[in-house]
């Protein structure tokens, strides 16, 4: 199976892409993969490179600040500048018509494009995606709430402090993850690189984001987009982890607002259901697809 990777200019700087797979068999289409963050890295949707065994091509990119991508300074790292980067992508590597998935701020990405209504978009799976961010986080610190005392005190302690930097915060929120973002034991070196980008250049996370999944004080902290989801006209899944993050109540919010959305709730999987059970999370992506492709 090829894989190619390389550069697409964007606004003066450049995009680093990869693109798995010999090409479309019959009547299949590409798949545009979306990462996380804002300012996370393509590595931990490492796994989804198994959507090319289903006879599409699946293509990744770093997002403009991020892993192999230019940096950019803070006046592009914007919702309007990753929207307009997604449709620069397609342009560059030619996918006239594809598939869009997008996981946790991926998938908000996704919506955001999907409202551009964009020529050639087939459909958009939102997975592990809030429609707005105020959801996310009291959905997000109802889950906190359920972490033993003492985490819940040096979580916090330290956001208080504005000490948030700090090695002990930041195993506070390490059990957090290992409930609702990445259940599996061991996580694989996929999932730790895309952290360990974040723990080391998070200029984009935090300053979109904050400094955590349920401290969030960046520029999207308002972010809002449930009055418009009925505006989104493509096939869509929403899919979520049963222990997600991104829980069943924003999996409703996001799949109730869109017209004829599927939803799914994964079994026994949180926010990296992919990794959890990534031969079952392709099955039911490439099973989606098909039904698209066929209608």
């Not at 590595?43 to 699946?58: H, I, K, M, P």
């Not at 590597?93 to 978009?121: C, I, K």
């Not at 090695?167 to 730790?192: G, I, Q, T």
Request: with cysteine; proline share 4%.
């Amino acid at each position: 199976m090829s894989r190619v990777e390389g550069y697409v200019p964007f606004r003066g700087l450049r995009t680093w892409y990869r693109v798995v797979g010999d090409g479309e068999e019959p009547g299949k289409l590409p798949v545009l993969c979306l990462h996380g963050g804002p300012g996370a890295t393509h590595d931990y949707l490492e796994s989804l490179e198994a959507l090319a065994e289903t006879g599409r091509r699946a293509i990744f990119y770093d997002q403009v600040g991020c892993g192999r991508s230019d940096l950019g300074d803070k006046s592009l790292w914007t919702v309007e500048t990753y929207v307009e980067e997604v449709g620069a992508v397609r342009r560059e590597l030619g996918l006239d018509r594809v598939h869009v998935f997008g996981n946790s701020w991926g998938g908000m990405l996704g919506m955001e494009y999907a409202l551009t209504q964009p020529d050639g978009l087939a459909s958009l799976v939102v997975a592990s995606s809030p429609a707005s961010m105020r959801q996310w986080v009291a959905e997000a610190n109802r889950l906190r709430a359920e972490l033993p005392e003492d985490v819940q005190r040096t979580l916090e302690e330290h956001e208080a402090a504005g000490t948030t930097d700090s090695a002990e915060y930041e195993e506070a929120c390490e059990v957090f993850y290992r409930r609702h973002v990445c259940r599996v034991e061991e996580w694989p070196d996929s999932v730790l690189r895309s952290f360990q980008w974040i723990a080391e250049h998070g200029e984009v996370y935090r300053y979109m984001n904050g400094p955590s999944e349920f401290h969030v004080v960046g520029t999207i902290k308002d972010w809002d987009i449930t009055a418009r989801l009925g505006e989104i006209r493509v096939p869509t899944l929403v899919v979520s982890g049963e222990f997600d993050e991104a829980t069943p109540a924003i999996n409703r919010t996001v799949s109730e607002g869109i017209p004829r959305a599927e939803s799914v709730i994964y079994g026994n999987a949180s926010h990296m259901a992919h990794v959890e059970d990534t031969a079952g999370y392709v099955a039911l992506l490439d099973g989606f697809f098909s039904r698209v492709e066929a209608a």
